[in-house]
């Protein structure tokens, strides 16, 4: 069965540098999103993408965050000045395009610890 | 605001029934969600309601009223890995072509016992 993929599992940043999180989602999905999971706290969203362009962002998503689809198949979030606050589980979602019924597939996430 | 409850854990025994109960008020609804997730993986989906009503899918059962803001998770027949936590999720307004992001609840941890 076809899987959103998310490179790298674990990433370690000092504070202050960027951080680039790399998404593959699954091939013929149209919507993508972020979300974040801070360590023992709810799932969290921060971005919606479609048709080449922000959907939806939340008050999380502020100008440090940007996400971008350089290709046909990736999509990244990067975090351009990073804070220990921004440490997280980090999930990248796709669902295909059609009825309000498609759920969103996850990524198996990657974990950001800032130090 | 938004705002989604679900109790914080749960305990049931080995080949029992649970119900995990999920109540929401959200500015729109356009679909409710419940997913599975292990410590440390990712959320994995498990059902979907928008309309009233019981949907069943094997073991696994999802009951939605909206005029209540409630729904519930029915699990039967419980297995040992079914210890996970469960993420109720509303689909709040349709955003142009987003049809909206999850907006999640805490997650209630289950702990199934032999």
């Known amino acids: 069965e076809p899987e959103v993929t998310q490179t790298p599992s674990h990433q370690v940043t000092q504070m202050g540098q960027e951080v680039i999180l790399r998404c593959v989602p699954i091939?013929?999905?149209?919507?993508f999103y972020w979300y974040r999971q801070i360590l023992g706290q709810k799932v969290e969203f921060l971005v919606s993408?479609?048709?080449?362009?922000?959907?939806?962002k939340s008050e999380i998503f502020d100008d440090q965050f940007s996400v971008e689809r350089p290709d046909g198949s990736n999509f990244t979030l990067k975090i351009r000045s990073t804070k220990l606050e921004d440490s997280a589980m980090y999930f990248c979602?796709?669902?295909?395009?059609?009825?309000?019924?498609?759920?969103?597939?996850f990524g198996d996430g990657t974990r950001l610890s800032i130090l | 605001g938004q705002n989604i409850d679900q109790p914080t854990e749960m305990t049931a025994t080995e080949g029992a029934i649970v119900q995990i109960n999920c109540t929401y008020q959200?500015?729109?609804?356009?679909?409710l969600f419940w997913y599975q997730q292990h410590a440390g993986e990712a959320p994995t989906f498990l059902s979907y309601?928008?309309?009233?009503g019981l949907e069943e899918k094997g073991r696994f059962s999802s009951f939605l009223s909206r005029s209540k803001g409630y729904s519930y998770l029915l699990l039967k027949e419980l297995q040992m890995k079914d210890s996970a936590s469960y993420l109720c999720?509303?689909?709040?307004?349709?955003?142009?072509?987003?049809?909206?992001?999850?907006?999640f609840g805490k997650g209630t941890k289950l702990s199934v016992k032999p």
């Open positions: 979602a796709s669902r295909p395009g059609g009825g309000g019924d498609q759920p969103q597939h």
């Open positions: 091939s013929n999905h149209l919507y």
């Open positions: 993408f479609y048709n080449n362009e922000i959907s939806e």
């Open positions: 959200t500015s729109g609804f356009n679909g």
């Open positions: 309601n928008v309309l009233d």
């Open positions: 999720a509303v689909r709040a307004e349709n955003y142009g072509g987003s049809q909206g992001n999850l907006i």
